[in-house]
């Protein structure tokens, strides 16, 4: 993960860095970021965070996260985190035939199983960004509460100030977001 803080002094610059450096780790998300771009303009009091991810992660389906028994007729995922999305998912399809049998075994008919076995349980990405988000939320001033913000697939890009936002920038913003 790089880290490019620009716009201030190089002592509170590298503060910066530790403090993202701190943060990327306490949500567990470095190895999953690209780049940091973070800008600070204490006089106007605008900051900038924009934050590359390295990759979009591919959904999970039923079969990804779970192995079906067919003589059993038993669905056993691999992951208990999965369970309420797969039997939310089954139940609303049908309740016939689909009976958890403990925390992490489901059974179901292999009829279901083969019409549900491609549907996605969850979206990796989602819960990054979100991660990405409040990381940012994190970084920038606590008094700076206006914000402007910016996403895109790979690419998060967040403008405080504790004033309105102004166009330039907005501008500004919108370089950093596009900057590789």
């Keep these: 993960m790089e880290i490019i803080v620009e716009g201030l002094p190089e002592k509170e610059a590298q503060g910066y860095v530790v403090l993202i450096n701190d943060i990327m780790r306490e949500f567990e998300i470095r190895r999953s970021i690209e780049k940091v771009f973070f800008y600070g303009d204490t006089e106007n009091f605008v900051f900038i965070a924009s934050i590359r991810i390295k990759k979009v992660l591919e959904p999970l389906r039923i079969e990804d996260v779970a192995i079906y028994n067919p003589e059993k007729e038993m669905l056993s995922v691999e992951d208990e985190f999965y369970v309420p999305k797969i039997l ?81 920038s907005k501008k500004l913003a919108q370089k950093y977001h596009e900057r590789d």
């Design 88 to 168: 939310s998912l089954l139940w609303s399809l049908s309740k016939e035939g689909v009976e958890q049998e403990d925390r992490t075994e489901i059974k179901m008919p292999i009829e279901l199983y083969n019409r549900v076995k491609g549907e996605v349980v969850y979206y990796p990405t989602d819960d990054l960004k979100k991660n990405v988000q409040e990381a940012i939320n994190r970084v920038l001033p606590e008094a700076a509460r206006i914000k402007y913000i910016l996403s895109a697939e790979k690419t998060i890009t967040v403008a405080s100030s504790e004033n309105a936002i102004s166009e330039d």
